[in-house]
T-cell receptor
Protein backbone atom coordinates (compact mmCIF):
# COMPACT_ATOMS: atom_id res chain seq x y z
CA UNK A 1 0.00 0.00 0.00
CA UNK A 2 1.32 3.42 -1.01
CA UNK A 3 1.77 5.55 2.06
CA UNK A 4 3.63 8.21 3.98
CA UNK A 5 4.44 7.15 7.54
CA UNK A 6 5.24 9.55 10.35
CA UNK A 7 6.40 8.70 13.83
CA UNK A 8 5.52 9.35 16.52
CA UNK A 9 1.85 10.30 16.17
CA UNK A 10 1.85 12.11 19.50
CA UNK A 11 4.74 13.61 21.43
CA UNK A 12 4.99 15.69 24.58
CA UNK A 13 8.40 17.09 25.39
CA UNK A 14 10.08 19.80 27.42
CA UNK A 15 11.64 23.01 26.21
CA UNK A 16 15.15 22.53 24.90
CA UNK A 17 15.15 18.75 24.59
CA UNK A 18 16.16 17.78 21.05
CA UNK A 19 13.71 15.64 19.15
CA UNK A 20 13.29 14.07 15.73
CA UNK A 21 10.07 13.28 13.89
CA UNK A 22 10.58 10.65 11.23
CA UNK A 23 8.90 10.50 7.85
CA UNK A 24 9.14 7.68 5.34
CA UNK A 25 7.43 7.12 1.99
CA UNK A 26 7.29 3.91 -0.07
CA UNK A 27 6.37 5.45 -3.44
CA UNK A 28 9.86 6.36 -4.64
CA UNK A 29 8.82 10.01 -4.68
CA UNK A 30 11.48 12.64 -5.31
CA UNK A 31 9.85 15.59 -3.61
CA UNK A 32 9.13 15.65 0.13
CA UNK A 33 8.12 18.43 2.47
CA UNK A 34 7.13 19.26 6.02
CA UNK A 35 4.20 21.41 7.09
CA UNK A 36 2.85 22.64 10.36
CA UNK A 37 -0.86 23.18 10.92
CA UNK A 38 -2.11 25.77 13.37
CA UNK A 39 -5.72 26.84 14.00
CA UNK A 40 -6.84 29.55 11.62
CA UNK A 41 -3.58 29.45 9.65
CA UNK A 42 -3.97 26.35 7.49
CA UNK A 43 -0.80 24.44 6.65
CA UNK A 44 2.47 26.27 6.25
CA UNK A 45 5.56 24.77 4.68
CA UNK A 46 8.61 24.38 6.91
CA UNK A 47 11.18 22.73 4.63
CA UNK A 48 11.16 20.81 1.41
CA UNK A 49 13.50 18.51 -0.48
CA UNK A 50 13.75 18.08 -4.24
CA UNK A 51 15.84 14.92 -3.97
CA UNK A 52 18.58 13.23 -1.94
CA UNK A 53 20.92 15.79 -0.34
CA UNK A 54 18.85 18.68 -1.76
CA UNK A 55 16.83 20.62 0.82
CA UNK A 56 15.56 24.17 1.09
CA UNK A 57 13.61 26.43 3.41
CA UNK A 58 9.89 26.86 3.16
CA UNK A 59 7.83 29.66 4.64
CA UNK A 60 8.45 29.00 8.36
CA UNK A 61 11.86 27.28 8.74
CA UNK A 62 13.10 28.96 11.94
CA UNK A 63 13.85 26.45 14.70
CA UNK A 64 13.81 23.40 12.43
CA UNK A 65 16.32 21.30 10.54
CA UNK A 66 15.89 18.51 8.02
CA UNK A 67 18.05 16.00 6.22
CA UNK A 68 17.60 13.82 3.14
CA UNK A 69 20.24 11.11 3.13
CA UNK A 70 17.96 8.54 1.48
CA UNK A 71 15.16 9.05 -0.99
CA UNK A 72 12.49 7.48 1.20
CA UNK A 73 13.25 9.29 4.48
CA UNK A 74 12.92 12.95 5.42
CA UNK A 75 13.24 13.50 9.18
CA UNK A 76 12.34 16.79 10.87
CA UNK A 77 14.67 17.83 13.67
CA UNK A 78 13.99 20.30 16.45
CA UNK A 79 17.35 20.99 18.07
CA UNK A 80 15.93 23.06 20.94
CA UNK A 81 12.13 22.96 20.92
CA UNK A 82 10.17 25.87 22.31
CA UNK A 83 6.48 26.16 23.27
CA UNK A 84 5.69 28.10 20.06
CA UNK A 85 6.54 24.94 18.13
CA UNK A 86 3.57 23.18 19.68
CA UNK A 87 1.61 22.24 16.58
CA UNK A 88 0.34 19.49 14.31
CA UNK A 89 3.00 18.46 11.80
CA UNK A 90 2.50 16.78 8.43
CA UNK A 91 4.99 15.22 6.09
CA UNK A 92 4.09 15.04 2.40
CA UNK A 93 5.59 13.50 -0.73
CA UNK A 94 5.05 14.06 -4.44
CA UNK A 95 6.06 11.93 -7.40
CA UNK A 96 7.75 14.63 -9.43
CA UNK A 97 8.10 18.34 -8.69
CA UNK A 98 5.40 19.45 -11.10
CA UNK A 99 2.48 21.65 -10.28
CA UNK A 100 -0.14 19.15 -11.43
CA UNK A 101 0.86 16.34 -9.16
CA UNK A 102 -0.98 15.77 -5.92
CA UNK A 103 0.77 15.46 -2.59
CA UNK A 104 0.37 12.44 -0.33
CA UNK A 105 0.27 13.21 3.36
CA UNK A 106 1.21 11.31 6.47
CA UNK A 107 -1.20 10.94 9.39
CA UNK A 108 0.32 13.81 11.29
CA UNK A 109 2.35 14.24 14.48
CA UNK A 110 0.85 16.24 17.29
CA UNK A 111 3.70 17.86 19.21
CA UNK A 112 3.34 19.60 22.56
CA UNK A 113 6.31 21.48 24.01
CA UNK A 114 5.96 22.43 27.68
CA UNK B 1 3.22 35.15 -5.23
CA UNK B 2 0.28 32.82 -4.94
CA UNK B 3 -2.38 32.90 -2.26
CA UNK B 4 -5.64 31.24 -1.35
CA UNK B 5 -8.61 32.69 0.48
CA UNK B 6 -11.29 30.48 1.92
CA UNK B 7 -14.15 32.83 2.53
CA UNK B 8 -15.83 30.94 5.37
CA UNK B 9 -14.06 29.48 8.37
CA UNK B 10 -17.20 27.55 9.41
CA UNK B 11 -20.16 26.29 7.38
CA UNK B 12 -23.15 24.50 8.87
CA UNK B 13 -25.72 22.62 6.78
CA UNK B 14 -28.50 20.15 7.39
CA UNK B 15 -28.14 16.60 6.18
CA UNK B 16 -29.53 16.25 2.66
CA UNK B 17 -29.07 19.92 1.75
CA UNK B 18 -26.45 21.32 -0.66
CA UNK B 19 -22.92 22.19 0.40
CA UNK B 20 -20.98 25.20 -0.89
CA UNK B 21 -17.44 25.90 0.31
CA UNK B 22 -15.94 28.99 -1.25
CA UNK B 23 -12.36 29.48 -2.39
CA UNK B 24 -10.65 32.32 -4.24
CA UNK B 25 -7.07 32.19 -5.39
CA UNK B 26 -4.35 34.46 -6.63
CA UNK B 27 -1.50 33.25 -8.81
CA UNK B 28 0.93 34.80 -11.21
CA UNK B 29 0.84 31.81 -13.51
CA UNK B 30 -1.65 29.20 -14.58
CA UNK B 31 -2.07 27.25 -11.38
CA UNK B 32 -3.29 23.84 -10.44
CA UNK B 33 -5.92 23.78 -7.72
CA UNK B 34 -6.86 21.10 -5.23
CA UNK B 35 -9.34 20.45 -2.49
CA UNK B 36 -8.25 18.29 0.42
CA UNK B 37 -10.36 17.00 3.29
CA UNK B 38 -9.20 16.32 6.84
CA UNK B 39 -11.36 14.23 9.12
CA UNK B 40 -10.74 14.49 12.88
CA UNK B 41 -7.40 13.01 13.89
CA UNK B 42 -6.66 11.99 10.31
CA UNK B 43 -4.27 13.10 7.61
CA UNK B 44 -5.26 15.01 4.51
CA UNK B 45 -7.03 13.22 1.68
CA UNK B 46 -7.32 14.51 -1.87
CA UNK B 47 -10.92 15.23 -2.90
CA UNK B 48 -10.29 16.55 -6.40
CA UNK B 49 -7.89 18.56 -8.53
CA UNK B 50 -8.00 20.97 -11.44
CA UNK B 51 -5.11 20.85 -13.89
CA UNK B 52 -6.24 23.04 -16.82
CA UNK B 53 -8.35 20.38 -18.51
CA UNK B 54 -12.12 20.48 -17.88
CA UNK B 55 -13.22 23.43 -15.74
CA UNK B 56 -15.81 21.32 -13.90
CA UNK B 57 -13.97 18.73 -11.85
CA UNK B 58 -15.60 15.75 -10.20
CA UNK B 59 -14.07 14.23 -7.11
CA UNK B 60 -14.73 11.52 -4.60
CA UNK B 61 -17.83 11.18 -2.41
CA UNK B 62 -20.01 13.24 -4.75
CA UNK B 63 -18.03 16.47 -4.49
CA UNK B 64 -17.26 18.67 -7.45
CA UNK B 65 -15.67 22.04 -8.07
CA UNK B 66 -15.76 24.54 -10.90
CA UNK B 67 -12.73 26.56 -11.97
CA UNK B 68 -13.73 30.09 -12.97
CA UNK B 69 -10.74 32.02 -14.21
CA UNK B 70 -12.63 35.30 -14.59
CA UNK B 71 -13.65 35.16 -10.94
CA UNK B 72 -10.41 33.48 -9.74
CA UNK B 73 -12.60 31.03 -7.87
CA UNK B 74 -12.66 27.29 -7.27
CA UNK B 75 -15.70 26.66 -5.11
CA UNK B 76 -16.45 23.16 -3.80
CA UNK B 77 -20.01 21.86 -3.96
CA UNK B 78 -22.04 18.77 -3.18
CA UNK B 79 -25.76 18.39 -3.95
CA UNK B 80 -26.68 16.60 -0.74
CA UNK B 81 -24.68 16.61 2.49
CA UNK B 82 -24.13 13.47 4.51
CA UNK B 83 -23.17 13.25 8.16
CA UNK B 84 -19.86 11.67 7.14
CA UNK B 85 -18.95 14.88 5.25
CA UNK B 86 -18.34 16.71 8.53
CA UNK B 87 -14.65 17.59 8.40
CA UNK B 88 -12.23 20.40 7.64
CA UNK B 89 -11.68 21.27 3.98
CA UNK B 90 -8.64 22.96 2.50
CA UNK B 91 -8.37 24.70 -0.83
CA UNK B 92 -4.81 24.51 -2.18
CA UNK B 93 -3.04 26.19 -5.09
CA UNK B 94 0.05 24.66 -6.62
CA UNK B 95 2.57 26.39 -8.76
CA UNK B 96 6.28 26.54 -9.39
CA UNK B 97 8.20 27.57 -6.29
CA UNK B 98 11.24 29.84 -6.48
CA UNK B 99 13.51 26.88 -5.82
CA UNK B 100 11.79 24.68 -8.37
CA UNK B 101 9.32 21.99 -7.55
CA UNK B 102 5.68 22.43 -6.79
CA UNK B 103 4.90 24.83 -3.99
CA UNK B 104 1.58 24.21 -2.29
CA UNK B 105 -0.15 27.15 -0.69
CA UNK B 106 -3.03 26.27 1.62
CA UNK B 107 -6.10 28.21 2.53
CA UNK B 108 -6.90 28.56 6.21
CA UNK B 109 -9.56 25.85 6.05
CA UNK B 110 -13.34 25.62 6.29
CA UNK B 111 -14.89 23.52 9.04
CA UNK B 112 -18.04 21.84 7.71
CA UNK B 113 -20.67 20.84 10.23
CA UNK B 114 -23.58 18.64 9.17
CA UNK B 115 -26.65 18.57 11.37
CA UNK B 116 -29.56 16.15 11.44
Amino acid sequence: EAQVTQNPRYLITVTGKKLTVTCSQNMNHEYMSWYRQDPGLGLRQIYYSMNVEVTDKGDVPEGYKVSRKEKRNFPLILESPSPNQTSLYFCASTMVPGKNTEAFFGQGTRLTVV
Amino acid sequence: AQSVTQLDSHVSVSEGTPVLLRCNYSSSYSPSLFWYVQHPNKGLQLLLKYTSAATLVKGINGFEAEFKKSETSFHLTKPSAHMSDAAEYFCVVSDRGTGGGNKLTFGTGTQLKVEL
